[in-house]
């Protein structure tokens, strides 16, 4: 009874399940000594209990001010009894474990046991700096900085937790190894986040979790190539490199054979959950991104000779010019990947992927130092975020899957602006970033996030491009037109306010006519509807150039007819057609579900009659149906396909080079021909690029007026000869890319057969002069309408207010 009473006070587990009691006189008070020679003494008149003479209380202030205490205990304070030797133990378990604390001069030493394993750990001090440089110099910064350390001395094992006490969750292991030789190191490991919340030490002891601790923590040399590429776009001390040792950590006998033998290496940022996984020396494998690994090359840049597809662009003026080619220059924060075939799965069906993309950090953009960087929060602990831009396989340029990252992306383009074009795009990064706005317009207010990028994008380009303060200004205004509807702003907004010094600087700029009548480039002007919205009505006073050509003064420009007819891609596709062939129909079998026998011993109601009479008719529709299947073999059919794309390829590039000659090709005797090229190289008059002839498609009446901005001594003939070449050209882009969707898809294995017949049965159903905004949509979309949709499409068009059914699988998302 006197030993329960005890251990009401001072807890079931420190107190002794036996104790030999002694009566002090013929006072009310017992006393009794345990095995470890601790006084237990109670007085049953008062309830008082003491342990060695002192009586249970309150941790002093010199524990609970300690630097160590604070880092993992915070504010906690505990019931404890202070022993003979000093040691203040709690009298009660928090979370199953108990806790000893001991001054020694300024230390602290806090023990912990975990009373379900029966372990004792030591908490280590990371010292005053947080270096850890007692006993751990050599962490990195985050094992450091964001876990508490706790060490089984008997064990010599290393336990990595959360900082605060109250989390038990295994994040690393440190363990103390013989690597032979009489050496002694240390193996550390990173418990998987599945198994975090198991004890340790049956991380360590069984057999079926230690095999799952595989990927063991090293120290590699700052010259190494992939950590010195990863390191431009996160700091080297948040980068933590682990070896993959086969068999878990049971396996650490064999390390030096494992090194020797070659070994895997695992790269984590772990603040950006991205992981590259690199065998031996070889390239380093996105985990996060399947199918692409880091480019060898590391900037968005390419030469002229052998560059990549996603940065070439014919320029007539630089043919056979070793030139080197800049995307967002003066910005290196981020890692390009490219695709890599070998490890693409057989779920992608064929589905074209981008051959490049590259992964920014997310956040407000800078200039620094005259390099523009992305600001990320410094600390360990700070959690980051990426953005995914890929690059379109064939126009270039840089596309982004959401409004932020687009606006980010816009202000990347507006930082690293310069006065000349790139000339990948043919435009200067503010008129991209220009673009890129356009792109965003929306009645929904923006975030917080995406406020602060659009409104530093006048502030990183606006002296190279008055008009983004301008539409950026009318973007803002569109996006709280409706903000009374939405509530669940995260903070509110502050008045907007047009800054009347940009809207004058455009407005002055557009009044400036350069000598005889040139505009100034298009590509920095606001469209006509804009600038209404933005300026309130007024007008820029464009000054137009048809007028010093359209007199008769000057020479105007004939361009010849196409090289290629308009007849190849339908003669193609009637190629590609007959490796299909369709078996006749065979007459159907009976209809299974008979009416007149399931429903014999009941009356048939008419619902019942009409619905098995549909299912009926469906049934012999359908065994009516002819059945395509391949006429070629495999072989023959990759040897026809190779065939096809070396054609088309050779077609497109030659329709190409026919359309943006064309419109580069400023004839010698021309009226102010020299004034032009010079205003060309100023920038102040548009080069055309790839994506320019993708907008000649999409605008049927206005393209003679757009090429015009481009070459304006073109005739009205010219223009219509030009506008025909771009349809050709985007019917051989868009055949092409269904070249190589069927080039995969004969490299897959026979369960996608159908598939692959089904591509081989796509053929366009509708003329390409009616709609070449559909052409530009498949173009850009490296997609071809299917006949199915054509003509869900046609007679939606055709009827409208109906409902169509488009089944599963015939293309409702591509």
Not at 196 to 216: E, F
Not at 695 to 715: D, G, V
Not at 739 to 756: G, H, I, W
Request: hydrophobic share 35%.
């Amino acid at each position: 009874m006197l030993r329960d009473a005890v251990a009401c006070v001072l807890g079931q587990e420190r107190t002794p399940a036996t104790l030999r009691w002694t009566r002090l006189g013929e006072s009310g008070s017992f006393e009794a000594v345990s095995n470890c020679q601790h006084l237990y003494s109670i007085n049953t008149l008062d309830g008082e209990v003491l342990l060695d003479g002192f009586p249970p209380g309150r941790l002093p202030k010199d524990i609970l001010n300690h630097p160590l205490y604070k880092r993992c205990f915070a504010t906690q304070d505990f019931e404890v009894a202070r022993t003979n030797t000093g040691v203040l133990q709690t009298t009660k378990p928090y979370a199953g474990r108990l806790y000893d604390f001991i001054i020694e001069g300024d230390n602290l030493r806090i023990n912990e046991t975990d009373i379900e394993q029966d372990v004792e750990l030591q908490l280590l001090d990371v010292g005053s700096d947080g270096s850890c440089s007692d006993w751990g110099p050599d962490l990195p910064d985050r094992l450091k900085e964001l876990h508490s350390h706790w060490i089984d001395r008997q064990r010599q094992v290393l336990v990595f937790r959360p900082t605060l006490f109250k989390e038990h969750d295994t994040h690393f292991l440190a363990k103390s190894l013989d690597t032979g030789g009489g050496l002694v190191g240390y193996q550390c490991v990173r418990v998987p986040p599945h198994l975090r919340g198991v004890p340790w030490r049956k991380l360590l002891d069984d057999a079926q979790y230690a095999a799952h601790l595989t990927d063991m923590l090293v120290l590699p040399s700052s010259t190494v190539h992939a950590k010195t590429v990863i390191s431009k776009f996160e700091d080297p001390a948040y980068i933590h490199a682990f070896v993959a040792v086969p068999g878990g950590v049971g396996a650490g006998d064999h390390l030096r054979k494992l090194f020797k033998d070659g070994c895997t290496l695992l790269w984590v940022l772990p603040r950006y959950h991205l992981e590259f996984r690199q065998h031996q020396s070889g390239t380093p494998l996105s985990v996060d991104y399947q199918g692409y690994r880091l480019a060898a090359c590391q900037q968005l840049a390419s030469a002229q000779h052998g560059a990549p597809q996603h940065l070439c662009r014919i320029d007539a003026d630089s043919v056979g010019c070793d030139v080197t080619w800049y995307t967002l220059p003066e910005f290196r924060k981020y890692l390009v990947l490219e695709r890599s075939d070998e490890h693409i799965s057989h779920n992608t069906a064929g589905a074209r992927r981008a051959d490049v993309m590259i992964i920014v950090p997310r956040g407000p953009v800078t200039i620094s130092m005259q390099q523009v960087t992305v600001q990320c929060p410094p600390a360990s602990g700070d959690k980051c975020q990426v953005h995914k831009y890929e690059f379109h396989p064939r126009f270039g340029y840089l596309q982004a899957s959401s409004k932020l990252a687009r606006l980010q992306l816009a202000a990347l383009y507006a930082a690293t602006s310069s006065l000349l074009p790139e000339p990948l795009s043919g435009a200067t990064g503010a008129q991209t970033a220009l673009q890129l706005i356009r792109m965003n317009w929306s009645n929904v207010p923006l975030t917080k996030e995406e406020h602060q990028q659009l409104t530093s994008i006048p502030i990183l380009g606006g002296h190279h491009c008055s008009s983004l303060g301008v539409l950026a200004h009318e973007l803002l205004l569109s996006s709280e037109q409706l903000g009374f509807l939405h509530h669940d702003l995260d903070e509110p907004r502050p008045k907007l306010q047009f800054n009347t010094d940009v809207g004058n600087c455009y407005l002055q700029e557009m009044k400036q006519q350069a000598y005889k009548g040139w505009v100034s480039n298009p590509r920095s002007l606001l469209e006509p509807e804009e600038e209404y919205r933005a300026l309130g009505g007024m007008r820029s006073q464009q000054a137009t150039a048809e007028h010093s050509f359209r007199d008769g003064r000057c020479h105007m420009y004939e361009v010849a007819s196409c090289p290629v007819g308009a007849d190849v891609v339908p003669q193609i596709e009637n190629e590609i057609l007959g490796c299909v062939s369709h078996s006749p129909p065979v007459s159907p079998p009976a209809y299974p579900l008979n009416a007149q026998n399931l429903l014999a011993s009941v009356r048939a109601l008419p619902l019942e009659q009409a619905m098995h009479a549909e299912l009926e008719s469906s049934w012999i529709a359908w065994h009516g149906t002819e059945n395509p299947k391949l006429q070629l073999s495999r072989h023959d059919l990759k040897t026809r396909l190779l065939a096809w794309k070396a054609q088309v390829q050779d077609l497109r590039t030659g329709t190409e080079e026919y359309v943006l000659e064309s419109l580069n090709h400023i004839p010698d005797k021309a009226h102010h021909s020299r004034s032009f090229r010079l205003l060309r190289y100023a920038n102040d008059a548009a080069r055309p690029s790839l994506l320019d002839m993708l907008r000649c498609a999409a605008q049927p009446h206005t393209s003679s007026k757009y090429m015009r901005t481009f070459n304006p001594y073109l005739t009205d003939q010219s223009c219509a000869r030009l506008w025909e070449g771009v349809l050709v050209w985007l019917q051989l882009c868009v055949l092409e890319d269904k070249l190589e969707r069927l080039s995969a898809l004969v490299q897959m294995p026979l369960e996608f057969e159908p598939t692959l017949v089904k591509e081989l049965l796509v053929k366009r159903t509708w003329d390409p002069r009616a709609h070449p905004e559909w052409l530009a949509f498949e173009a850009e979309g490296q997609l071809q309408i299917r006949p199915v949709q054509h003509w869900v499409a046609s007679y939606m068009l055709e009827h409208p207010g109906e409902v169509v059914q488009l089944n599963m699988g015939e293309g409702k998302t591509r």
